[in-house]
T-cell receptor, first 114, second 115 residues
């Protein structure tokens, strides 16, 4: 069975600091997909990124960047120069070829203080 | 606008009173799913549907029913709600099955409280 672990329950930073969210996953499949979602205080889930297991290139989108390392089964997410609007719960999720769902981590609550 | 809608957004009910949470998508997606979100547990899948009249259990199906009579709608039914079903519920859809790595798009959530 697949599993996603987000060991950090809460992270608090001051505005403009960088913050890195850890995500470690387990799967026996060689083909799988990793996702990050953001849940702001309003409650909706916002899709941020999807990566497949064959693409280990790091990705940058504005202040967001993702570091995918198959060797350590990790898909970490960094927010550079954090802003108050980045305050949210962030979920890492996994799907593979044997399942019909997303397996979510428990989420990391990020609080950015002005 | 492409979206997944859920109704109601907030609901307070009492134990044993049947309720239905509706979910509708306007993207012609094949796959739809229900999740519940609880503190410290992330989101867990309740039921999913790969097509009209095709549904199957997720990880936590006890106490819930679903139906998929039309492609766009996937209601969640609680025949006899209990307090342990107090949770935040999300409906999701994707173009094909998640197995293919399709991105799931989520509704706005329904916060249910069962007294």
């Amino acid at each position: 069975a697949q599993k996603v672990t987000q060991a950090q329950t809460e992270i608090s930073v001051v505005e403009k600091e960088d913050v890195t969210l850890d995500c470690v996953y387990e799967t026996r499949d060689t083909t799988y997909y990793l996702f990050w979602y953001k849940q702001p205080p309003s409650g909706e889930l916002v899709f941020l990124i999807r990566r497949n297991s064959f693409d280990e290139q790091n990705e940058i989108s504005g202040r967001y960047s993702w570091n995918f390392q198959k060797s350590t089964s990790s898909f970490n997410f960094t927010i550079t120069a954090s802003q108050v609007v980045d305050s949210a719960v962030y979920f890492c999720a996994l799907s593979d070829s044997n399942d019909y769902k997303l397996s979510f981590g428990a989420g990391t609550t990020v609080t950015v203080r002005a | 606008e492409a979206q997944v809608t859920q109704n109601p957004r907030y609901l307070i009910t009492v134990t044993g009173k049947k309720l239905t949470v509706t979910c509708s998508q306007n993207m012609n997606h094949e796959y739809m799913s229900w999740y519940r979100q609880d503190p410290g547990l992330g989101l867990r899948q309740i039921y999913y549907s790969m097509n009209v009249e095709v549904t199957d259990k997720g990880d936590v199906p006890e106490g819930y029913k679903v139906s998929r009579k039309e492609k766009r709608n996937f209601p969640l039914i609680l025949e006899s709600p209990s307090p342990n079903q107090t949770s935040l519920y999300f409906c999701a859809s994707s173009l094909r099955r998640v197995v293919g790595g399709d991105t799931q798009y989520f509704g706005p959530g329904t916060r249910l409280t069962v007294l």
